[in-house]
């Protein structure tokens, strides 16, 4: 019996021994299938960061080129540098198609061979954008180098930073008018273009004392300098252009604000009207209440309600609010827009099919203004950093704004949800941007 019994045991111990090896197998089969589930995401990411890092790589290198082949002409003239500039298209359509694969990756997470070659059609087009512009910026160096002594190049210098130092006080006093008249915000980075001027003049004329006849400094040294110098004078003449821009811009947000403003009065007789004659007291306030919300919004460009006279409405000095407190055309344009929008949207049932186009056609100006300058905000913020995300938003809006002007004469409607798209994307990218 003993030995029937250690048998019996020996059996249970060994069919327990068996329970748990096969535990284990399947455990460890559940973690190993899990990994391999896991990977895909893993792999997915890997990809991400790749075409991402080559994309930020080739559009920094395009800036780089952009400025560089200016920065040529100037030197050279536009003749010398219209290989450069070649080099420059190519450069832009290999950029253009890693935005659209990168945009590919993004919208198919889950196309994990598709995505690798994509990625690894990114890094070889960032590869060549680079290889392209770097033999042509070194063609330029040589060129410099060889082509021109150094006191021929000093004496240009000279001259370019006296007639830089010739437009500072114009352009104070053009950024200080526009202060007076708009918010500080409003004018970007021309807010402080005339300090930067001065200060990178004041940098050039340092480098330029220092390579002037007389150093004791090498020769391969003095043309280094000389050639610090000139990028520093590059700065700031483009410093002093952006003073002239930020007019251009205002000046266009402004002229949209009065046509705003005067579509504004229309909508609100439109809509007034609209509200007395309501099918029902749930339309008719919905009506109403967009109309007090334009009002509000009009009001605020100082121009009193909506259904004020056109002169009273006169866009003067800040561009709208109080006649004391300078604000910002856009951050007006953009309420009454908005306003505007609701409006529409309380007649959209009445409103016949010619009415939409017509309404499409007025508010389309007022948005592409107001989306280009948030483009231009958005590339502020980005700078010469800012990641893959920020960009690829940027180029979505560039987008979109370009494909609202080709539609404008056969599909207002159309142009006009691109446009706002192109603002929706331009302001993720400012947002990815700073944060």
């Known amino acids: 019996m003993e030995l029937i019994g250690g048998l019996v045991g020996g059996l249970i111990a060994a069919g327990g021994t068996v329970l748990v090896v096969t535990a284990a197998v399947l455990v460890g089969g559940i973690v190993v299938v899990s990994r391999r589930r896991a990977r895909p995401a893993q792999v997915s990411a890997s990809i991400r960061r790749r075409a991402g890092s080559a994309l930020v790589r080739a559009d920094d290198r395009l800036a780089e080129g952009e400025a560089d082949v200016e920065f040529a002409v100037a030197q050279f ?46 890094v070889m ?14 063609s330029f160096r040589e060129r410099r180098s060889l082509e021109s002594t150094a006191p021929e190049r000093l004496e240009r210098l000279r001259t370019r930073i006296a007639e830089a130092r010739g437009r500072l006080a114009a352009a104070t006093t053009q950024r200080d008018a526009l202060i007076e008249r708009h918010a500080r915000s409003a004018l970007g980075p021309a807010v402080d273009a005339p300090e930067r001027a001065a200060r990178a003049l004041d940098r050039a004329e340092a480098q330029a004392a220092d ?19 000139e990028r520093l004078l590059y700065a700031a003449e483009e410093a002093l252009e952006q003073g002239d821009a930020a007019a251009a811009r205002l000046a266009d947000a402004v002229a949209a604000l009065q046509g705003l403003r005067d579509d504004a009065r229309a909508a609100r007789t439109e809509a007034l009207e609209a509200a007395a004659t309501a099918p029902d007291g749930e339309t008719g306030a919905a009506i109403t209440a967009a109309v007090a919300q334009l009002d509000a919004a009009v009001a605020a460009t100082g121009a009193g309600p909506a259904g004020g006279s056109s002169a009273s409405g006169a866009v003067a000095g800040s561009a709208g609010g109080d006649a004391d407190r300078p604000s910002d ?20 049932s009445s409103r016949t099919q010619a009415q939409r186009l017509a309404h499409a056609r007025e508010a389309y100006h007022a948005a592409r ?33 370009r494909a609202s002007r080709s539609l404008l004469d056969t599909d207002p409607v159309g142009a006009l949800d691109a446009v706002r798209r192109a603002l929706t994307h331009a302001r993720d990218a400012e947002v990815l941007a700073r944060y």
Request: proline share 2%.
């Open 125 to 138: 087009l960032a590869d060549r954008i680079e290889r392209a512009l770097d033999e042509q910026a070194r």
């Open 77 to 122: 003239g536009e003749r010398a540098a219209q290989d450069y500039r070649g080099a420059l298209r190519r450069a832009q359509s290999d950029r253009d198609e890693i935005f659209r694969l990168h945009r590919m990756i993004d919208d198919e997470p889950d196309a994990g061979l598709a995505n690798r070659e994509r990625a690894d059609r990114i």
């Open 211 to 229: 390579a002037a006849p007389g150093s004791t400094a090498a020769a391969s040294s003095v043309m280094a300098t000389i050639a610090d110098a």
């Open 369 to 401: 203004v107001q989306t280009e300058a948030q483009i231009l905000a958005a590339r502020d913020a980005l700078g010469s950093g800012g990641s893959a995300g920020a960009r690829a938003r940027l180029e979505e809006a560039v987008d979109e704004l």
């Open 329 to 348: 055309p856009l951050e007006l344009l953009d309420e009454l827009r908005e306003a505007m929008d609701a409006v529409e949207l309380a007649l959209a």
